[in-house]
């Protein structure tokens, strides 16, 4: 792709797939423009770069198509001074969006191959403000809680207790939440010290975080 071809592609994924999905956050479609996806997507994958796809990364692990992104980005609804915490680092991708809105972000990535990748994407891209660890992101990170906003970059079949604890009073979680074929993204807040309270915002499907527990049993 020629740099005049590669520009129209991203103009069109934001026109095409993105600002018609409900995005219409001007802050969040600046930065789709400004941050360049396609230094994020595996060599292999530079043609799909802006396709409305889920991108294979190393280990059975995905990039979320651009729109899921984008809507995460809003919903996380990130200010200058924030704390933000991250799980599944993926490419980098998504934390680089996230580094430029946020004062700080910490993101944690299961595999050492993809924190390695990440790490070079974010440094090649010029993002400083990043601290990405090869963890068990369903542990969060106690140590450095509390954060402002937590972002699950992949879906979960419930939201761990040991996560929520980790927000700021005022904080929120975001995250696609449910099993297939029904998922739905929530923005969990901490309302007080026990309190939480939990906005259904849309539904789509999204592959799965590694090692998150799976819900106990239904009881009737």
Sequence with gaps: MNLHNVEQARFNMIEQQIRPWDVADGAVLELLSLVKR????????????????????????????????????QDAAVQAGDKVLEIGTGSGFMTALLAHQAQRVVSLEIS????????????????HNTEVRQADGALGWPAQAPFDVIVLGGSVAEVPQALLTQLKIGGRLVAIVGEEPIMHAQVITRTSEANFKTD???????????NFPKPSAFVF
């Design 112 to 127: 050492a191959e993809l924190a390695d990748l990440a790490r070079a994407n974010l440094q090649r891209a010029g993002v």
């Design 200 to 210: 259904e915002k849309w539904d789509d499907n999204a592959p799965g975080l590694l």
């Design 38 to 73: 396609e230094d994020f997507v595996p060599a292999n994958y530079k043609a799909m770069a802006f396709a409305d796809m889920a991108i294979p990364l190393a280990g059975g692990q995905s990039m979320l198509p651009p729109r899921l992104q984008a809507r995460l980005l």
